[in-house]
């Protein structure tokens, strides 16, 4: 199956600043990225996501861009605060609709 | 968004006895629903894919005869974990897709103790 890494698995950041989180996968077929906010105890939330045949997208503080090329992508977050303090999961998804997880970014927002 | 409802959100057992977790997709068929198991601060990780009127697909590692997926309609899957021992103790999440290739819905999840 599907191979995804996460980096880093830890963030600290302080209030207003930025935090990026990268992912890279191994297959080539796979073709939906999203990722997901997941707080203790939760389900996982999706708070973006980006198609392969898209580059870049953004919504209000949060951006994913993605190179497929590469086979990377990386989720940016602008202005952060306490409330966005949590784990962040990056997913691949092959066409069958199965999703492999990264291994998850605890974020800290030091206010 | 749809919505995927999962029960129990907890359960607790003795050791050697048989769960079972249902995930039901409330307002979209799912012909294809998901089961991920989730440890302590650690990654969700794809136990098996449940097809409707099919045998599940396992992923490497996952035992089948333990973790027993029936998915009998298009709104429910179920997940029996037969013979629970300590070590089963986890998270378990399901997911279902309204269409290929897009946002998967979460279940509520439901937090397993074996004691």
């Known amino acids: 199956g599907e191979n995804v890494e996460q980096h880093p698995s830890t963030l600290s950041v302080q209030e207003g600043d930025s935090a990026v989180i990268k992912c890279t996968y191994s297959d080539s077929a796979s073709n939906y990225f999203p990722w997901y906010k997941q707080e203790l105890g939760k389900r996982p939330q999706l708070i973006i996501d980006i198609r392969s045949n898209v580059g870049e997208k953004k919504d209000q503080r949060i951006a994913v861009t993605l190179n497929k090329t590469a086979k990377h992508f990386s989720l940016h977050i602008t202005e952060t605060q306490p409330e966005d303090s949590a784990v962040y999961f990056c997913?691949?998804?092959?066409?069958?609709?199965?999703?492999?997880f990264g291994t998850g970014t605890s974020l800290t927002v030091i206010p | 968004g749809a919505v995927v409802s999962q029960h129990p959100s907890r359960v607790i057992c003795k050791s050697g006895t048989s769960v079972k977790i249902e995930c039901r997709s409330l307002d979209f068929q799912a012909t294809t629903m998901f089961w991920y198991r989730q440890f302590p601060k650690q990654s969700l990780m794809l136990m098996a894919t449940?097809?409707?009127?099919?045998?599940?697909?396992?992923e490497q590692g996952v035992e089948k005869d333990k973790f027993l997926i029936n998915h009998a309609s298009l709104t429910l899957s179920t997940l029996t974990v037969t013979s629970a021992h300590p070590e089963d103790s986890s998270f378990y999440i399901c997911?279902?897709?309204?269409?290929?290739?897009?946002?998967?819905?979460f279940g509520q999840g439901t937090r397993l103790t074996v004691v």
């Open positions: 997913a691949a998804s092959m066409p069958g609709n199965q999703f492999y």
């Open positions: 997911s279902a897709g309204a269409l290929r290739g897009t946002e998967a819905f």
């Open positions: 449940s097809n409707e009127g099919s045998k599940a697909t396992y």
